[in-house]
């Protein structure tokens, strides 16, 4: 049993354990980022786009997961070094965009609107941007269009994820307790909480962890098959990259703003994302579509591409007064695209 701190080598701090890099994962990021990028310029061409968050919070449970499985098993685990780096990913990219947006918003907005900018700068500074934007309209509510933070509810489950799951299996570690059984029995009570909210308060439904966690679960649940199980997923991998595919598609074909989502429809792409990982690098999906160059360098910079765009995209709004113009919509894309590449250059990598 490890004490959960850093454990000391040849003099050196042993470090946490990191899963190989996976291109293919990246790609997949893409394919996450430029769907939820689509619909929210384009929202009648890419109608089921948004399902790109719920694809990304399957592969952040996976890596998340794996990190925290492999390194408490051999007994490297750090609450300090795993802050750090969530830390150093996570806050450079989103001050840089929270301090644009108040700049920009210095100049354009309406008093009242300001302070309400400045609320949700706040939220999303401390990761509670959900709760926030739970109590004022849903996701899919036109007044949505004309909050630049609206996006950051997603990254606040996430942060929400990553200080309750570590903490929660270094208990159940020290404990002698099974991960399988933690992860199953959150993702059960997450997936019925989500199925009974969604028929009785659906924004409620969107924006709660309790009711997201499932998903954050499910590659949670994939990871520790990859680490202790791996026999039960050596098999039929170009079966289940081909799945997998088949379920995303028809996620972005089919779920649209009028479902219930999450819901049950939400299964479609968590389930989809599931099998594209479970898969592997050396499926030919995996390998010859989602790990091209152009995939996996829209992946890269996946993160700061999320935060710029749907800022723009909202002050562009805001400015015009009325829905912009389909040419306004795609040049703001393409900054968004380039201040993404700016930001990740700066920050050597977020």
Not at 96 to 101: A, D, R, Y
């Amino acid at each position: 049993m490890g004490k959960f701190s850093e454990v000391r080598s040849n003099g050196g701090l042993m470090h946490l354990i990191h899963s190989k890099y996976r291109a293919d994962i990246d790609g997949l990021r893409a394919l996450a980022v430029l769907s939820v990028v689509g619909y929210h310029a384009f929202p009648n061409w890419i109608m089921g786009g948004f399902i790109g968050v719920d694809i990304f919070f399957v592969i952040s449970g996976f890596l998340i997961s794996t990190i925290i499985f492999s390194s408490l098993e051999h007994d490297r685990f750090s609450f300090v070094e795993f802050y750090n780096r969530r830390i150093k990913r996570i806050f450079p990219a989103l001050i840089i965009v929270l301090v644009s947006g108040y700049a920009i918003g210095w100049f354009n907005l309406l008093p009242n609107e300001f302070k309400q900018l400045g609320k949700h700068i706040a939220a999303g500074a401390g990761f509670s941007s959900n709760f926030i934007l739970w109590n004022e309209s849903g996701y899919f509510d036109n007044v949505a269009e004309t909050k630049p933070l609206l996006h950051l509810w997603s990254l606040a489950i996430e942060e929400q994820f990553y200080i309750f799951w570590p903490l929660l299996l270094a208990f159940v570690w020290k404990r002698k307790w099974s991960f399988l059984h933690i992860t199953t029995i959150i993702a059960v009570v997450s997936f019925a909480a989500n199925i009974y909210l969604i028929s009785k308060d659906q924004t409620a439904a969107f924006y709660w962890p309790i009711s997201r966690f499932w998903e954050l679960m499910t590659g949670g649940f994939l990871a520790y098959i990859v680490l202790n199980k791996p026999e039960l997923n050596n098999n039929y991998k170009n079966i289940q990259s081909a799945v997998g595919a088949a379920l995303l598609a028809l996620s972005l074909i089919y779920i649209n703003r009028y479902c219930k989502f999450p819901g049950w429809w939400a299964l479609l792409p968590t389930v989809g994302t599931f099998f594209i990982i479970s898969a592997g690098p050396t499926a030919w999906i995996n390998n010859k579509c989602l790990s091209n160059k152009i995939l996996v360098w829209f992946g890269i910079i996946s993160y700061p591409l999320y935060l710029w765009h749907w800022s723009l995209l909202s002050f562009v709004r805001i400015v015009k007064g009325t829905v912009p113009t389909v040419e306004m919509r795609a040049a703001t894309i393409f900054i968004s695209i380039i201040l993404a590449w700016i930001t990740y250059i700066l920050i050597a990598g977020c």
